[in-house]
């Protein structure tokens, strides 16, 4: 049972443009939402946070969009630049859990065409 | 400072065999938790140790066990090692709610 979806294995995007990535999620409980950024060889680096209390957080060129009725997350990054060409994944977790316990999705690849 | 250190890097055992991988925390941190991700897949909750004991458990078989040290060090134990167990190993250590670092992991292959 997934109970973090990320829809999407792969995105292309060119240098400059917005990259927008999507997460999906089934378990109502979920009310703290987590986006991390991996590089080949290394661990998951954080990179930023919601709570269900809130609908958008902002932290430099990203983005994150939470829909709550929709079980959606998106992370938006603009401008995208080479650098973020990397594994993302969304994480979830729930009431009460706090960091004891993440869900994480799939995870995207996204990739940044010069 | 030092992040969280793993060790080892990579190893390769034989099914059946028991493997034990070793976590330290970021300096601070008191919490450890491990993960295990498997090939084109997100990473996956296995258990998180705070004061030497395991707080929480995730849907892993008993096969997996765990220990945290006092200096909060921590090692994670796999016996009678499966083909399905071939993973990349995440430990991560937190002290306030929400801080997860991880280190780059242990990739496990079992042959």
């Known amino acids: 049972d997934q109970q973090v979806k990320q829809n999407s294995p792969s995105l292309s995007v060119q240098e400059g443009r917005i990259s927008i990535l999507n997460c999906d999620y089934t378990n109502s409980m979920f009310d703290y939402f987590l986006w991390y950024k991996k590089y080949p060889a290394e661990g998951p680096t954080f990179l930023i946070s919601i709570s269900s209390i809130k609908d958008k957080n902002e932290d430099g060129r990203f983005t994150v969009f939470l829909n709550k009725s929709a079980k959606h997350l998106s992370l938006h990054i603009v401008p995208s630049q080479p650098g973020d060409s990397a594994v993302y994944f969304c994480?979830?977790?729930?009431?009460?859990?706090?960091?004891?316990?993440?869900?994480f999705g799939q995870g995207t690849r996204l990739t940044i065409n010069p | 400072d030092a992040g969280v250190t793993q060790s080892p890097t990579h190893l390769i055992k034989t099914r059946g065999q028991q493997v034990t991988l070793r976590c330290s925390p970021k300096s601070g941190h008191d919490t450890v938790s491990w993960y295990q991700q498997a090939l084109g897949q997100g990473p996956q909750f296995i258990f998180q140790?705070?004061?030497?004991?395991?707080?929480q458990r995730g849907n892993f078989p008993d096969r997996f066990s765990g220990h945290q040290f006092p200096n909060y060090s921590s090692e994670l134990n796999v016996n009678a090692l499966l083909l399905g167990d071939s993973a990349l190993y995440l430990c991560?250590?937190?002290?306030?709610?929400?801080?997860?670092?991880f280190g780059s992991g242990t990739r496990l292959t079992v042959v």
């Open positions: 994480a979830a977790s729930a009431k009460g859990q706090g960091a004891q316990k993440l869900v």
């Open positions: 991560a250590s937190s002290l306030v709610r929400y801080g997860y670092t």
């Open positions: 140790y705070y004061e030497e004991e395991e707080r």
